[in-house]
Structures are given as structure tokens and as C-alpha cells.
């Protein structure tokens, strides 16, 4: 048993070394601004959610509001009006983010072939980078407001 345990631990540890790569997390941000493929997190990977980035990238939506709409949404907790305004923002928040969804889902099946993820799973994608400003993104936009994707 102690052996055994020996040499998952040395496995273990033999797996984690060979899975990180030679850069500094400094070289490995900046190629994450760069957009580097070689770079991206899981979740980050592939086709749709490169279409994703860069339609969400490409145009202004409800969602790049929504840091604004945090401090109304927290007051309608207290406030009984203001929690309805706070559930029809966010509902329309869903709404949006499915439509999203479907259209990215469309335009990747139509280059592609084939998408990764339904329309609410690409869409939660698409709006998660939304609702963060331009300059925190990561990656880094690849395409400019107004760009057609």
C-alpha cells in the first residue's frame, strides 16, 4: 500500500510537471492579450466560442451594461418595486444571451458545419464576456466595435 501510494504521488507530480509549459505567467498573460491560441483555457477553445469572442466583440449589447445595472439590482432587494424592475432586467438579460446563443449557434453551423454547445450554453458564453468591459477581456478582442464578424 505504501508503495502504491509512493507512485501515485510520483505520478501525480510527474503529470503536473509535464503539463505546465515554460513560460512566466507574464509571458503567459500577454499572449492571452495577444489572443494566442496555444494559451487559451478550455473553456476558451475551438471554433464557436472564437466566433462567440468575436461577435460579442464586435458589437454593443444590453449586456455591456449590466456593471452599471449592479447597484439598482442590489437596492431591489430592499426595495419591493425596484426587485421587479431587478427580475425584468434579468430575465431580459436571459433573453438576450439565448438570442445571442442562436445566432452564433447559426453562423457557426453555417462555416463549420458543426457548434459546440447549444444556444443557451453559447449564449451564457457570449454574455459572460459581455457584461465585462473591453479592456478586462481575456483574451484580449481580436476585432474592433462596428467590425463585421
Given at each position: 500500500?505504501?508503495r ?5 504521488k ?28 496555444s ?12 466566433l462567440a ?13 449590466m ?15 425596484l426587485s ?23 453562423l ?13 450554453a453559447?449564449g ?17 478582442p ?8
Amino acid at each position: 500500500m505504501a508503495r502504491q501510494r509512493q507512485l501515485a504521488k510520483e505520478a501525480k507530480t510527474q503529470k503536473h510537471r509535464s503539463s505546465l509549459a515554460p513560460m512566466s505567467s507574464v509571458e503567459r498573460r500577454e499572449a492571452l492579450k495577444r489572443g494566442d491560441a496555444s494559451v487559451l483555457p478550455r473553456r476558451d477553445q475551438g471554433p464557436t466560442r472564437k466566433l462567440a469572442r468575436d461577435y460579442v466583440d464586435s458589437r454593443r449589447l444590453l449586456s455591456n451594461f449590466m456593471l452599471l445595472l449592479f447597484p439598482i439590482m442590489i437596492a431591489g432587494a430592499f426595495i419591493p418595486l425596484l426587485s421587479v424592475l431587478t427580475l425584468v432586467l434579468f430575465l431580459g438579460f436571459l433573453l438576450e444571451w439565448y438570442l445571442i446563443g442562436r445566432r452564433i449557434r447559426g453562423l457557426v453551423v453555417q462555416r463549420h458545419g458543426k457548434a459546440q454547445g447549444g444556444p443557451l450554453a453559447i449564449g451564457f458564453y457570449a454574455g459572460s464576456r459581455a457584461y465585462l468591459p473591453r479592456r478586462w477581456r481575456l483574451p484580449a478582442p481580436q476585432v474592433a466595435l462596428g467590425d463585421k464578424v
